[in-house]
C-alpha cells in the first residue's frame, strides 16, 4: 500500500512539470520585460521545488516507504 505523503511528492513532481510549460509558454508570448521576469521566476521556483521533491522522494526510496509498482513518468 502506498503512503499519502508519496502521493503528495507525486502531486508535487506533477505540478513543477506544469509551472515549466506555462514559464515556457509565457515566455514565447511575452510582450514586455516584466513578463520575462515573472516567468524566469516561476520556472527558477519550478526547478527548486522539483530538486527538493526528487530528493524527497529518494529519501523514501531508501527508508522503503516508496511503492515501486507505479510506473508513472515522474518516477
Known sequence: ???????????????????????????????????GILYGVLRDAAYKIRLLAEQEREAHRRKGWWAECRNTKEE
Open 1 to 35: 500500500m502506498d503512503r499519502p505523503c508519496n502521493d503528495a511528492i507525486r502531486r508535487t513532481l506533477a505540478l513543477t512539470a506544469q509551472m515549466l510549460e506555462i514559464a515556457d509558454q509565457g515566455d514565447r508570448h511575452r510582450e514586455d520585460a516584466g513578463c
